[in-house]
Each structure stands twice: as C-alpha cells, then as structure tokens.
C-alpha cells in the first residue's frame, strides 16, 4: 500500500486527502456561521421594527375619535370579533390587515378582541367597559429565528350602551371622561356588576407571546449530517484522485497521529457545537 508514503514535502498522501476533506468541511462551517449571523441580525431588527410597529398602533388608537370610528364598525362588541382597519379622520384606512410590516419579514395578520368585559350599572344607560386589542404579525420567510407568529396587545377603555355598542373609548389611561353626564342620574346609585365577556388573563399590555409553533432547528438537516457528508464526499473525491483506498480507521489513525489536524477536528465540533446553541438560543428569546 502506499497511502502512508511521504512525498518530497513530508506529508503522506492520506494526510493530504484528509486535508482536502477538512477544507470542504471549514467551506461549510464558514457558510453555515455566516448564515446564522445573519439570521441573527435580522432576528434583532424585526424585535426593534415588531416593537416599533405595535406601540404606533396603540398611539394611533389614542388619538382622539380614532379608537370610537375604528370599533363602531363593528356594532355590537362581543370577544373575537375581527377588526379589519383602524381608519382615520377621513374614514380611510391607516392600518389594515394584510400590511407589510417595513424593514422586517413580517404582516399584520389578524387584529381581534378578547377580555371584554362590562360593568352593567342598572338604571344607567351607559356602562364602563374594557377589553384588549391584540395584533397577530405573522411571519412570511425563515430568513429570521423565532416563531412563525408573534402577538402583541394593549387594553381599551370603553363606554358602551345596553347593546354593548361603543359611545367613546380610547388606550388604557387614554379615556378621560367626567363622570357620565349622560347617564340617568335619577336612577339608583346602587351598581349591580356583571360580566359579557369569557375571562382571560391579566397580562401587562406590552406582553409579547409566541404562537404554540416555534420554529426548531430540527426542521433544517442536521448540521453533524451536513458536515459528515462534506467530509466524506470531498475525501472520496480525493483519494479517486490519488488512487488511495482509505477507511475508517485510517482516519482515525491520521488524526490522532497528527496534532493539527486533531486540533482542526476538534475546532470544527466546537463551531458546530456553538451555531447549534445560538440558533436554538434565538428561536426561545424571540
């Protein structure tokens, strides 16, 4: 056999076949880092652009008559009614499912209610009321980590007539009123509470939450494959070259004779080791 034979360089032949897999393997790695870098900063900017997108929302919604003109449309409230636009003054759209959230690869999905409730005071005919908007933004591509669906949400302050049809309202802390002029004053001052929503959780209105379906870094081929398969491809293709017959244990043996090529194997796992964390890392951050 002559894969051990030195050439006038001093390097065997299967130390150079080693060689050529390892180059194909470093191409890959380096390929593969870049990608999850990218992935990374994109992953920052839709966080930053998300955040951006919601809260202009929500200062829309309390301007004065924009959150009254947007759930009039609606009639009667009640939980998970749709909300298709949030309009302007002049009855036109601002804000309309389907828009492209900018720099980011996202849309606004959906805009929908929950929470709401009424405080049905008897004798009066207009009640305090409350419920939360919540944007669903949904993304387009995998060329970000984290989960395919994001929602944001705030709480509306309200108040509604018997029919559960809003009179005025505006962003949590946003509905400045005196104390209902308009309500019947003759009537009993006595309150009598009740409910005309499904009860729902108390989170604070500028909590984020992830659809049940995360993104996960078992969808995308395993990077041990990925590396394997480039190493083995790259060698065979060498040694057809060098007419070398080589197995598994003369790899075995050329690396743990060799201290570089030990250290580059070793340098090649942990890289592997580390996109690993940092994209699973990203996918439950974000």
């Known amino acids: 056999m002559h894969r051990l034979t030195k050439n006038n360089s001093g390097f065997t032949l299967l130390e150079i076949v080693m060689a050529a897999g390892l180059l ?27 955040n951006n997108y919601a809260s202009a929302i929500k200062a829309y919604m309390g301007k004065p008559g924009t959150c009254k003109r947007s759930l009039a449309k609606l009639g009667k409230l009640e939980n998970d009614l749709i909300l298709d636009e949030i309009v302007r003054a002049d009855g036109k759209a601002k804000y309309t499912i389907g828009d492209k959230i900018n720099s980011t690869n996202f849309i606004l999905s959906s805009m929908y209610i929950t929470n709401f409730y009424v405080n049905k005071v008897e004798g009066q ?31 509306v302050d309200l ?12 962003v949590l802390g946003g509905l400045y009123l005196p104390k209902i002029p ?10 009598t509470a009740s409910s005309n ?24 081929l395993s990077t041990k494959s990925d590396y394997n398969k480039a190493f083995e491809a790259s060698v065979n293709e060498a040694a057809q070259k060098t007419g ?21 194997m070793e340098s090649l796992k942990s890289l592997q080791e580390s996109t690993k964390k940092m994209e699973e890392l990203l996918n439950e951050e974000f």
């Open 182 to 191: 308009f309500m019947n004053t003759s009537s009993s001052s006595s309150e």
């Open 159 to 170: 108040f509604v007539n018997d029919s559960n049809r809003v009179e005025d309202c505006g």
């Open 197 to 220: 929503s499904t009860s729902g959780s108390n989170s604070d209105s500028s909590k984020e939450t992830s659809s049940a379906e995360q993104e996960s870094v078992k969808n995308e």
């Open 244 to 264: 070398q017959s080589i197995t598994q244990e003369d790899i075995n043996k050329a690396v743990d004779n060799n201290p570089e090529l030990k250290k580059a």
């Open 125 to 155: 005919d207009f009640h305090r009321a409350e419920l939360k908007l919540n944007l669903e933004l949904s993304r387009m591509n995998d060329n970000a980590y984290g989960g395919k669906t994001i929602i944001k949400r705030f709480e």
């Open 24 to 50: 194909a393997v470093i191409a890959l790695g380096f390929a593969r880092f870049m990608k999850t870098q990218m992935k990374s900063t994109k992953t920052a900017i839709n966080q930053t652009e998300l």
